[in-house]
Nanobody, 125 residues
Framework: QVQLVESGGGLAQPGGSLRLSCAAS????????MSWARQAPGKGLEWVAA????????YYADSVKGRFTISRDNAKNTVYLQMNSLKPEDTGLYYC??????????????????WGQGTQVTVSS
C-alpha cells in the first residue's frame, strides 16, 4: 500500500528555514516523480515543487523559486523540501504526493494521485 509520511514542519520566523521530509513506502520510489504541495489557511491546494526520477530534474512554482529546494534520496525512499527565506505566506499544511504512472513527470496537482497526511508549517514573527 502506498504510504507517504511528511515530517519536519514547525514554527519559523520570516527569513528562517525549515527542512521537510517525506518517507515513502509501498511502491518503487525511484521510478516515480515526487511533488510537494501546500494549503494555506482558507485557500486551496497549491503545487509547490516536483522532482523527476533518476536524473532528479527539479521544477518549482514561481512563488517559491529561488527559495525552496526539492531533493530526493532513492536509497532512503525519501523526498525533501528545503525551505529558505521563509515568508508568512508560506504558512500552511505541506503534503508530498506521487502520480499514478512510473517514469511520468508530474508538475501539477491533477496528475498526483496520492498525497500524505501533511505537516504544518507556520511562518510568523
Amino acid at each position: 500500500q502506498v504510504q507517504l509520511v511528511e515530517s519536519g514542519g514547525g514554527l519559523a520566523q520570516p527569513g528562517g528555514s525549515l527542512r521537510l521530509s517525506c518517507a515513502a513506502s509501498g511502491f518503487t520510489f525511484s521510478r516515480y516523480s515526487m511533488s510537494w504541495a501546500r494549503q494555506a489557511p482558507g485557500k486551496g491546494l497549491e503545487w509547490v515543487a516536483a522532482i523527476s526520477t533518476v536524473d532528479s530534474d527539479t521544477y518549482y512554482a514561481d512563488s517559491v523559486k529561488g527559495r525552496f529546494t526539492i531533493s530526493r534520496d532513492n536509497a532512503k525512499n525519501t523526498v525533501y523540501l528545503q525551505m529558505n527565506s521563509l515568508k508568512p505566506e508560506d504558512t500552511g499544511l505541506y503534503y508530498c504526493g506521487k502520480p499514478d504512472y512510473r517514469d511520468y513527470m508530474c508538475i501539477d496537482l491533477a496528475c498526483n494521485d496520492n498525497w500524505g497526511q501533511g505537516t504544518q508549517v507556520t511562518v510568523s514573527s
